[in-house]
């Protein structure tokens, strides 16, 4: 148990499909990130949120939308998504200590596996 | 630029012997360094840490070493087992910054 908890673990969707991947955490902490990792490729960052405030957009298509509503829940909408979005899109959490929150370890969930048809 | 890379994509050790899995880092104003795990199906782990104003660290079975100078960091896992076996990832970070840039990975196989 990591403490981050990813959902779903697998999902299969068509291009034209809308869905969402939440993220829950359970470690009082108040930075959260969405990555994605694609076989043999360095985790690629994509969002990331400080105390509910997007901090981050790494310059992701809009067919990916975030939504961080508390610091604990993280949500990523997909909308009309490409076959090459097939990845696992995994959520991590980190303690901003008042110096950046890129200085303490991240804590991540199991991912969701994402396959578009 | 800014790049995070492993010397070797694949290391096979034997069950009991030591395995190192090094890592160079170009940023030379990075001061934290991790060690990740990723088994199979999950998310990565965290394994252990090491700032910049440390040399060495040690942990239960694994040692982190940094070497500033030419910008390279190990992973020293003693007595390597079956459950050792995973992905293993380095990244760097600066204080004061908010993006963490991460490795490809090294995948360590354990024979037994």
């Known amino acids: 148990e990591t403490g981050v908890t990813q959902t779903p673990r697998h999902l299969v969707m068509g291009m034209t499909n809308k869905k969402s991947l939440k993220c829950e955490q359970h470690?009082?902490?108040?930075?959260m990130y969405w990555y994605k990792q694609s076989a043999k490729k360095p985790l690629e960052l994509m969002f990331v949120y400080n105390f509910k405030e997007q901090t981050e957009n790494n310059s992701v298509p809009s067919r990916f939308s975030p939504e961080c509503p508390n610091s604990s829940h993280l949500f990523l909408h997909l909308h009309t998504l490409q076959p090459e979005d097939s990845a696992l899109y995994l959520c991590?959490?980190?303690?901003?200590?008042?110096?950046?929150?890129?200085?303490?370890?991240?804590?991540f969930g199991d991912g969701t596996r994402l396959s578009i048809l | 630029g800014e790049s995070v890379g492993l010397h070797l994509p694949t290391l096979s050790v034997q069950e009991g012997d030591n395995s190192i899995i090094n890592c160079a880092y170009s940023n030379s104003a990075s001061d934290y360094f991790i060690w990740y795990k990723q088994e199979s199906g999950k998310g990565p782990q965290f394994i252990i840490d090491?700032?910049?104003?440390?040399d060495k660290r040690q942990g239960q079975r694994v040692t982190v070493l940094l070497n500033k100078t030419v910008k390279h960091l190990s992973l020293q896992i003693a007595a390597t087992q079956p459950g050792d076996s995973a992905v293993y990832f380095c990244a760097e970070s600066y204080t004061g910054g908010f993006k963490t840039i991460f490795g490809a990975g090294t995948r360590l196989f354990v024979k037994a």
């Open positions: 991590a959490s980190s303690q901003d200590t008042g110096q950046g929150y890129s200085n303490q370890p991240q804590h």
């Open positions: 470690l009082g902490h108040n930075a």
């Open positions: 090491i700032r910049s104003n440390m």
